[in-house]
């Protein structure tokens, strides 16, 4: 069963302590992971997709990476506003195009 | 220039009610999917366009989901004879087309049957 796993559920950091967030997927053929941002109320916002494993994508703050088997969301030096919850969603080969969505981790940066 | 939009923002219905939910996709965007997130729970997928034609209807939960997309823009998601397990956060994406593209996310419109 193709699956999608995030951890931890929850974190909280001090503002400027850096961390990483776990995507974990198996899936049968891997098109594309997408990492999404989602604050509460609002709709994901898109942050990167990585299509093959050894790529790598900076934004700010944020960089995502992909292996084979995972992907991490690392964190340098964050700020209070980075708090939200990040989604991480995979997109198969054979599929539709649609997304499957872990549950996502709730990040609290606290000043 | 302007995201995805959806309404209503926020739905109120009682039990048994039909619900209509709208999502305008971004201009130019060919495919468009409506997902839906439950309290604690991950979004989940319902159906995606590619054009008007929804190739694939398989998360649509039961008979009582329907969609349609017309003129390669809007979407309508109706969901008849509301039940109680129906209240979620109905979200729409659209992107540019088929392939492992970025998908864009409006607001969402959070449905509450009563």
């Known amino acids: 069963e193709d699956q999608v796993t995030q951890s931890p559920e929850a974190l909280r950091l001090q503002e400027g302590e850096s961390s990483s967030l776990n995507c974990s997927y198996t899936?049968?053929?891997?098109?594309?992971l997408f990492w999404y941002r989602q604050d509460p109320g609002k709709g994901p916002e898109f942050l990167f997709t990585l299509y093959s494993a050894g790529e790598e994508k900076e934004k700010e703050r944020l960089k995502a990476t992909l292996t084979k088997k995972e992907s991490f969301l690392h964190i340098t030096a964050p700020k209070p506003e980075d708090s939200a919850t990040y989604l991480c969603a995979v997109q198969m080969m054979d599929s539709s195009y649609k997304l499957i969505f872990g549950s996502g981790t709730r990040l609290l940066v606290r000043p | 220039g302007a995201g995805v939009s959806q309404s209503p923002s926020n739905k109120v219905t009682e039990k048994g009610k039909d619900v209509e939910l709208r999502c305008d996709p971004i201009?130019?965007?060919?495919?468009l999917y409506w997902y839906r997130q439950s309290l604690g729970q991950g979004l989940e997928f319902l159906i995606y366009?590619?054009?008007?034609?929804?190739?694939?209807k398989s998360g649509l939960p039961s008979d009582r989901f329907s969609a349609e997309r017309t003129g390669g823009s809007v979407s309508t998601l109706t969901i008849q004879r509301t039940q109680q397990e129906d209240s979620a956060v109905y979200l729409c994406?659209?992107?540019?087309?088929?392939?492992?593209?970025?998908?864009?996310f409006g607001p969402g419109t959070r449905l509450t049957v009563t």
């Open positions: 994406a659209s992107s540019l087309g088929q392939g492992a593209r970025e998908q864009y």
């Open positions: 366009f590619q054009g008007n034609s929804a190739p694939d």
């Open positions: 201009s130019g965007h060919t495919a």
């Open positions: 899936v049968s053929g891997l098109r594309g």
